[in-house]
Antibody, heavy 119, light 107 residues
Framework: QVQLQESGPGLVKPSQTLSLTCTVSGDSISSSDYYWSWIRHHPGKGLEWIGYIFNSGSTYYNPSLKSRVTMSIDTSKNQFSLKLTSLTAADTAMYYC???????????WGQGTLVTVSS | DIQMTQSPSSLSASVGDRVTITCRASQSISNSLNWYQHKPGKAPKLLIYAASSLRSGVPSRFTGSGSGTDFTLTISSLQPEDFATYYCQQSYNTPGTFGQGTKLEIK
């Protein structure tokens, strides 16, 4: 069974860049056919799919965030990462990494990491 | 983006009750509908995919149905561990979009 663990800063200042990493265990990023995804949950609101990266490095980002998002993958560490630039308070959310099957089914999730954007 | 609307937003029920949660899509999504369970502090869990396929290991008291725009998740006999928030998600289009959630609480 795949396990995922997010890591990164809990507090980031407005206008700065958020960097999160997801460490994968129980599967190899380089050989898996999953998409490696990021999803966030705004307090009191719904879940928002941010995007995914495949082990080839190909990516797909939510058009609403595309201009600010970069995802990368490090097969040597079995990790994938998210960078989100130009943060505002609206980016305050619980951020989850997840595995996604090609049909868009999110079959494994991390426990999430809370990111607060505040000065 | 396809909008997903869940109802009710919250629900109080007792152990042993049968409960139904509904999810409506803003356009037809065929059977590309998935259900997740989320407990506070835990990783969300996939319960049902493709509208009615039960994920391996998920108890059979969970059933999903529907196609097109209207879908339901039914829990036939609530157990204490079922009290959680449930989300639907369409995977017909990318980006996949989620319902706002249904919080199932103990009466």
């Amino acid at each position: 069974q795949v396990q995922l663990q997010e890591s990164g800063p809990g507090l980031v200042k407005p206008s700065q860049t958020l960097s999160l990493t997801c460490t994968v265990s129980g599967d190899s990023i380089s050989s898996s056919d999953y998409y490696w995804s990021w999803i966030r949950h705004h307090p009191g609101k719904g879940l928002e799919w941010i995007g995914y990266i495949f082990n080839s490095g190909s990516t797909y980002y939510n058009p609403s965030l595309k201009s600010r998002v970069t995802m990368s993958i490090d097969t040597s560490k079995n990790q994938f990462s998210l960078k989100l630039t130009s943060l505002t308070a609206a980016d305050t959310a619980m951020y989850y990494c997840a595995t996604e099957r090609p049909a868009g089914i999110i079959n494994y999730w991390g426990q999430g990491t809370l990111v607060t954007v505040s000065s | 983006d396809i909008q997903m609307t869940q109802s009710p937003s919250s629900l109080s029920a007792s152990v042993g009750d049968r409960v139904t949660i509904t999810c409506r899509a803003s356009q037809s999504i065929s059977n590309s509908l998935n259900w997740y369970q989320h407990k506070p502090g835990k990783a969300p869990k996939l319960l049902i995919y493709a509208a009615s396929s039960l994920r391996s290991g998920v108890p059979s008291r969970f059933t999903g149905s529907g196609s097109g725009t209207d879908f339901t998740l039914t829990i036939s006999s609530l157990q204490p561990e079922d009290f959680a928030t449930y989300y639907c998600q369409q995977s017909y289009n990318t980006p996949g979009t989620f319902g706002q959630g249904t919080k199932l609480e103990i009466k």
